[in-house]
């Protein structure tokens, strides 16, 4: 079991690019998240899904555009990268209840360089 | 929506010193509330969370402590060690707001040997 995997690891790009970064989970988890984080600021969430079907805007949506076509895979895309969304990129997922067993897991990151 | 501030932003304390990280939270129907612990370069991990039906809870050297009527909730860790630097963040979710995290700034604990 792989738990919850991102790639790519880092990626530089330059402006004005498309970048897709990708988030899978083997946990049949039904909420998953994307958040930026950067020194100071905290974990920021960028869009959810409760779902698979379904999608929400978090916190810092703009410049960003999530789908969730299946239960396993929460792509975040960046259609024209800026400098200002060079951050660190985490994936998390949990189950979507209400019980005691809805612990959010992270994923390893993916550090993003926009140039 | 939710709003969650965290003090201090750093901390340092001396090997065996308590250290003691405090969130405040701003929606009463917030319910539950984790603390996750991130090492250098390595993914946010939790390390104990509360539910709003108590009012502490332990794990060994942790505890987090939540006052629902003024809306904070503190992680406290005695005897510190050195492997315990790294940076803490609070968290509440609300299920009216559809069950999302929403995360404090983060506190750099440092523990000097």
């Known amino acids: 079991i792989a738990g919850i995997t991102q790639a790519p690891t880092s990626q530089i790009l330059a402006a004005g690019r498309r970048m897709t970064l990708r988030c899978t989970q083997d946990?049949?988890?039904?909420?998953m998240y994307w958040y930026r984080q950067d020194l100071g600021l905290g974990l920021r969430l960028i869009h959810y899904?409760?779902?698979?079907?379904?999608?929400g805007k978090g916190e810092v949506p703009d410049g960003y555009s999530v789908s969730r076509a299946n239960t396993d895979d929460f792509p975040l895309t960046l259609a024209s990268a800026v400098p200002s969304q060079t951050s660190v990129y985490f994936c998390?997922?949990?189950?979507?209840?209400?019980?005691?067993?809805?612990?959010?897991?992270f994923g390893p990151g993916t550090r993003l360089t926009v140039l | 929506g939710e709003n969650v501030e965290q003090h201090p932003s750093t901390l340092s304390v001396q090997e065996g010193d308590s250290a003691v990280i405090k969130c405040t939270y701003s929606?009463?129907?917030?319910?539950?509330f984790p603390w996750y612990k991130q090492e250098l370069g390595k993914r946010p991990q939790l390390i104990i969370d509360?539910?709003?039906?108590?009012g502490e809870k332990k794990d060994q050297r942790i505890a987090v402590t939540l006052n629902k009527t003024a809306k904070h909730f503190s992680l406290h860790i005695t005897e510190t060690q050195p492997e315990d630097s790294a940076v803490y963040f609070c968290?509440?979710?609300?299920?009216?707001?559809?069950?999302?995290?929403?995360f404090g700034q983060g506190t750099e604990l440092s523990v000097k040997p």
């Open positions: 929606d009463s129907a917030s319910n539950y």
């Open positions: 968290a509440a979710r609300s299920y009216n707001q559809g069950g999302k995290l929403i």
């Open positions: 946990m049949r988890h039904n909420a």
């Open positions: 998390a997922s949990r189950p979507y209840s209400s019980g005691s067993k809805d612990t959010q897991y």
């Open positions: 509360i539910r709003s039906n108590v």
């Open positions: 899904s409760n779902t698979a079907g379904t999608t």
